[in-house]
């Protein structure tokens, strides 16, 4: 099994076995960025596969736009590590053998190229003339006769051609063959450096996608190819309104639930009593449970009487703990709901409502992963400047608080 990863700082095809990719002095796979860790993420090549596994970095591993812990990679997947980003090319063909070709066909040892070649009788490889005939031996030919013919025209390599026959070697047009000559191994096995649109796709070194120079994105294309998808704008709509949903019932739901449990069960620990269907602490009307308070505040005048009652409540000791317990509660509930949407933006690349309809929240300038601060901006931008975002997601536009944050929403790459 080969493995090359060609990245944004480089091309490697890693050995069998475990590769510690990283900044560290002792990383075998040693990239000097500062947003890498010293361990950063471990290759695994087995015969089988190669595996990712993320070592407890700081900005972590993503494969295909998913973090993960641990993943298999397969051919074409984007693994992107940090600011690094690579796509897999993987041959799982066996490494052919080497062949030699002989003069003539009498398959004498003596006339082998190589010293130590076992000693076969040849065949004959037919459409060489007789004054060029070369001998392949029959098990060679049998184990190489799928060989795989790069097309012509990949960069790094010449126009090729099978000659007629066994269909079993291939003969670089550059380099016709002569009397004495022979094909080595290298001649046979390199692999194309370069990838091209329609080039085989089990062929080593294969990039099936490709990203502009200087301008390599682990998540979505770079600068200047910003085609979108199918119902792009629509689904770009209908994630910010099911996000814009979630987070407030979420963030606003809870901040008001435990204030308004913390206020109840003030005035209830307070004495507080109901009085003509309104809280009140001057000892008059009937007693009541914190639920009914609660219920009073789905009213104006409940809101009203809360504003009058609260002031009252500092001092008293337990009851104002409650309703200062409740309010920390409630603000614990807005925030957390707030840190989970950044939270995602930064390790999965947008929230889970964009990631479902196919969308990912990257830097606009060369469409990597946001950092914590960027991606805070921006959402702190997008709450403070939401009925304009409603309005650009309904026009197809960049929103105000995408171009002050220097980020951008686009289609997630499969």
Not at 27 to 39: E, F, M, N, T, Y
Not at 52 to 71: K, M, Y
Not at 282 to 294: D, F, L, Y
Not at 369 to 377: D, K, Q
């Amino acid at each position: 099994m080969a493995v090359t990863l060609r990245g944004t700082h480089g091309d490697w095809t890693l050995p069998v076995g475990e590769t510690i990719l990283g900044r560290g002095d002792k990383a075998g796979l040693r990239i000097a960025d500062p947003r890498l860790s010293r361990a950063h993420a471990r290759f695994f090549v087995a015969a089988t596969g190669c595996t990712v596994q993320e070592l407890g970095s700081t900005n972590g591993v993503l494969v295909n736009g998913d973090r993960v812990r641990s993943a298999p990679v397969r051919h074409g997947d984007v693994v992107v590590c940090g600011p690094v980003a690579f796509t897999v090319a993987l041959d799982d063909r066996p490494d052919p053998p080497v062949i030699t070709c002989l003069r003539g066909g009498s398959g004498d040892a003596a006339q082998a190229a190589v010293a130590g070649t076992d000693t076969m009788d040849p065949v004959e490889v037919a459409g060489l003339s007789d004054g060029h005939r070369r001998g392949l031996a029959p098990e060679i030919a049998a184990a190489v006769s799928g060989i795989h013919v790069p097309a012509p025209g990949l960069p790094g390599t010449g126009p090729s051609a099978h000659r007629p026959g066994t269909g079993s070697t291939m003969i670089p047009d550059e380099q016709p063959l002569r009397p004495g000559s022979a094909l080595t191994s290298s001649e046979i096995r390199s692999p194309p450096t370069h990838a091209t649109p329609g080039s085989p796709s089990r062929s080593t070194g294969l990039a099936p996608m490709e990203f502009l120079p200087g301008e390599r994105s682990p998540l979505a294309a770079g600068p200047g190819t910003w085609e979108h998808g199918p119902g792009w704008r629509g689904r770009r709509v209908a994630a910010g309104a099911l996000e814009a949903g979630t987070v407030a019932m979420f963030a606003w739901g809870g901040l008001l639930a435990a204030t308004a449990s913390g206020y109840a069960i003030a005035l209830v620990t307070a004495g507080g009593r109901l009085d003509a269907g309104l809280p009140t602490l001057s000892g008059t009307g009937e007693p009541a449970g914190w639920w009914p308070i609660v219920m009073t505040l789905t009213s104006p005048a409940g809101w009203e009487r809360a504003w009058t009652l609260v002031p009252h409540l500092r001092g008293t000791g337990a009851p104002f703990a409650w309703l200062f317990a409740g309010t920390m509660l409630g603000l614990l509930a807005w925030t957390v709901a707030h840190a989970w949407v950044i939270s995602a933006t930064v390790h999965a690349g947008a929230p889970p409502w964009h990631r479902r309809l196919g969308l990912v929240i990257v830097r606009a300038a060369d469409g990597s992963t946001c950092s914590w601060p960027r991606a805070t901006l921006r959402w702190v931008l997008l709450g403070a400047t939401l009925p304009l975002a409603a309005v650009t997601a309904l026009a197809g536009i960049t929103g105000l608080h995408d171009r002050l944050a220097g980020t951008r929403i686009h289609d997630r790459l499969r």
